[in-house]
């Protein structure tokens, strides 16, 4: 994504999420539980358990829960069964959102999803309404007092990223999702470290939002809706001054 406003995007996420942990432990088992029982138990053939494992360890979710919950998915112990789903829709503004889900009632989730867009301005529109603006890829940033700007570009590059952009106080490398874990791999061994990796889906095209009340709209419907038990990600193509975000933090 290019502009100034995604990693501003992420710090307000990420900080959300960082003062409810108990909520994001309980999102990440059922991300791993259903990894393992589409992919199988092993990290070794099974990249998406791979990378959510490599997520909660950096929770510093503890070793006992990650085992449980790959065992639950395999069948190696009792568990709820949970359905991927995935909703389109619209925020203020004309903003696209997209919202993936994992729950074990797919009727009381779709009920309660609708029921948060409408009354925070929003609304539910049908499969692949907005799903073909956002392209699944890998995101990674890193700070620029962490490395110089050639040698980061090189080692990702080299490993297999398809993008890299210098932002004023960040680098952020793009990779397609097959290639993001050799591209984090690459900078762990050259003892980059980096502040955000994932695999993320990036819209193709942004909608700007400068009127404060309207990104005061957009950010309270991404919250609550990322707030939801069953929701684990929230994607939304908002492009919000980074004057305008600081102040809804």
Do not use: C
């Not at 956002?134 to 700070?143: Q, T, Y």
Request: net charge negative.
């Amino acid at each position: 994504m290019s502009g100034h406003s995604k990693w501003a995007t992420i710090k307000h996420k990420k900080g959300a999420l960082d003062a409810k942990r108990g909520a994001l432990f309980t999102k990440i088992i059922k991300e791993i539980t259903v990894a393992a029982r589409n992919g199988g138990g092993s990290v070794d053939t099974n990249p998406r358990l791979r990378t959510v494992i490599a997520k909660a360890k950096e929770a510093n979710m503890p070793s006992d829960n990650i085992e449980r919950a790959v065992k639950k998915g395999t069948g190696e112990l009792p568990g709820v069964t949970y359905e991927e789903v995935t909703y389109e829709g619209y925020a203020t503004a004309g903003v696209a959102i997209m919202i993936e889900a994992l729950t074990d009632n797919k009727n009381r989730t779709t009920a309660e999803i609708r029921n948060i867009l409408e009354k925070k301005g929003g609304s539910m529109s049908g499969a692949g309404s907005v799903s073909w603006q956002f392209l699944k890829k890998g995101f990674i940033v890193v700070k620029k007092s962490a490395i110089g700007e050639e040698k980061l570009m090189t080692i990702a590059l080299d490993a297999g990223a398809s993008d890299f952009v210098t932002q004023d106080e960040t680098y952020e490398i793009t990779t397609e999702p097959h290639d993001f874990e050799a591209v984090k791999k690459a900078l762990l061994d050259a003892g980059v470290p980096t502040e955000s990796a994932e695999v993320t889906r990036i819209p193709s095209s942004m909608v700007k939002v400068q009127d404060p009340a309207a990104a005061k709209s957009v950010m309270g419907l991404v919250d609550v809706l990322e707030e939801h038990e069953d929701v684990q990600n929230v994607y939304a193509n908002f492009d919000i001054p980074d004057e305008i975000l600081q102040g809804l933090t």
